[in-house]
């Protein structure tokens, strides 16, 4: 039996660990990263510390397998990271070390954090992150775990929610769509969806 619970700042590993096993256009991610540490420490754990309303885990009997995370307002938690939790990991991760592609690419978002993207405001400020493991997919977790972050963004009066996904992840572009998201934008690989509320 999976549950759904907030998320807590003692579930970091375990939001680490599925943030990697998914880093691959939702497939695992070993592989490709040096450090295991980086995708997490950009797309999950921050969340449950800064956001804690907003970030909830699927549990079942092995443990954490999937999370969705998001920001009420996006251009707020991108201010609050910059003060309390870049300048760390800036500090772990300077620039001009060698290191491999994907390792580069995650320290390199953590020295110039991209820009919320413009088409989001002001009718879609909110954002989120969800993935599961492949134990909980194909359960109906995923829409799960998005109309309790829904509810709850709702609840905080947020009018929509964007999101940025990959054009060849092809499974989260139909999942998003079917439970309502549209395409915002186009970069040409990748897609901002939203859904207002």
Known sequence: MTTIRNALAADADALYEV???TAAGGDDGT???DDPLLPGAIFSVPYPIFEPS???????????????VGARDTLEFG???EREWWPKLREQYPLGVSRGADDQRMVEHIHNPPAPPEV???DYPSHL???LLPRMQGQGLGRKLMDVL???LRAQGSPGVHLNVWAHNE???AFYRHLGLGQLHDNGTGFTMGARF
């Open 129 to 131: 992150h969800i993935n």
């Open 79 to 81: 201010a609050v990271l």
């Open 31 to 33: 592989d490709k990263f």
């Open 19 to 21: 943030c990697l096993r």
């Open 54 to 68: 907003l970030a909830f885990v699927a549990e079942d009997e092995q443990g954490v397998g999937g999370y969705i």
């Open 150 to 152: 829904f509810a709850e």
């Open 120 to 122: 989001a405001y002001p």
């Open 171 to 173: 499974r989260a572009v």
